[in-house]
């Protein structure tokens, strides 16, 4: 039986550290990439809770115009029945 000649097994030595580096720079990535789909995950998240709060601001601003409007319009119409009644006594 032959036995590999030193220069074969030194080439297989070789092999191995550059599958380990590759295999190391694959890890690297993997890490790199999840990392980085978290931060995505809570920049959509802040986003989106923008968008709700400034919806639900937008929703509020709107009731109290709406109430302040029928408030007046009320408040209105209660001086003028007043003023009516004044007149009709």
Do not use: W
Request: proline content about 1%; hydrophobic content about 50%.
């Amino acid at each position: 039986m032959r036995t590999p000649s030193r220069a074969v097994r030194r080439h297989r030595g070789s092999m191995l550290v550059i599958a380990l580096g590759v295999l190391a720079l694959l890890s690297i990535l993997a890490v790199t990439f999840v990392s980085l789909m978290k931060l995505e995950l809570l920049a959509s998240r802040n986003y989106v809770n923008g968008v709700k709060a400034r919806l639900i601001a937008e929703g509020g601003m709107e009731e109290a115009i709406t109430e302040l409007k029928n408030r007046s319009l009320d408040q209105l119409l209660t001086l003028v029945a007043g003023e009516l009644e004044d007149l009709l006594e």
